[in-house]
């Protein structure tokens, strides 16, 4: 008969091998990274829209950049948040595949609509005369790829039979995490507010999207009408959401960073805030002055408008 030490011993062996297969230890991993350059906030909160109910993602993270040059206060009227959305996920059981495609340049423009926001009224195209202005040249990493993965797959590594070389969870936990940062972003992002006064603020908010991923990660391109998978320490995913905050479909790019890459991923990342920081700088009185621009002609627009009464 097993002693009370002995049975907790084994107890305490069990817990952590079953720890060790959950995604927590990752989570907090990935947040300890953070924490020398950025606010970190673990389990934040977001309204899932599509089943009405209160969810959460592993980690929302605010950095704060010690660079002369940018300061905040030089970016005066406009106002810039760069921020992360990070979704950790494991596997030892299953590959991640991605099916990737040429993207289209300029990269930017095209692919992270759905992760850009700003306060300064838009023209009916659509696109806000800040946004044309900001990814005019590429500045981001996103340019730096010339493909991303339009298609994925979660195949399992240890095939017994044909009946079990794929389980029910195949493509679920790409799908959820995806789907739960792209969701994440459109409660952040929210509706477009209304002119109801001339601004003398314009507020710009940049989201970025990441999965961390600890397992075996591959690329799959083709040669002559046959799959060529190769391992990746980080890619490109494309993905398409339209917001119930939005009128249209809103595109996105996911970052799928293998957990051994992500202290390098990190210096990317800073990178692009502060690039986007710079080219704001660098053309500041053409950003303020189409940020007023159309923020006047949507005042005064607003103003002319007739009221419901006038309308009966």
Known sequence: MATPSEIRRTLENHLTEEIKRSGYPLEIEVSSLLDKDYIVFNTQYYFDEDIKQ??????????????????????????????IAIECK?????????????????????????????????????????EALLFEKPILHYDKFGKAA??????????????????????????EGVNQLVKFICYEIGPSEEVSVEPKYFSILMLFPI???????????????????ERRMHLLFNTHYRSPYSKKVQSYLVDIVHRTYFNDYLEILKSDFI???????????????????????AFEEKKHMPTFAETK
């Open 211 to 229: 999965i961390v991923f600890d397992g075996d990660l591959f690329e799959v391109t083709f040669e002559s009408g046959e799959p060529k998978p």
């Open 275 to 297: 690039q986007i920081r710079r080219c704001i700088i660098n053309n500041h009185g053409e950003f303020v002055k189409r940020a007023k621009e159309a923020s006047e002609r």
């Open 54 to 83: 209160g969810r959460d993602i592993d980690i929302y993270a605010i950095p704060f950049l010690n660079v002369d040059d940018i300061a905040d206060d030089k970016l005066a009227p406009l106002g810039l948040r760069t921020e």
């Open 150 to 175: 339009i298609a994925y797959d979660e195949i399992k590594k240890a095939r017994i039979n044909s009946a079990e070389s794929r389980t029910p969870k195949s493509r679920r936990e790409i799908f």
């Open 90 to 130: 494991k596997s030892e059981t299953h590959a991640w595949v991605f099916y990737t495609r040429p993207l289209i340049p300029p990269v930017s423009r095209l692919y992270i609509g759905g992760q850009f926001s700003d306060t300064i009224p838009k023209p009916k195209a659509g696109v806000s005369n800040l």
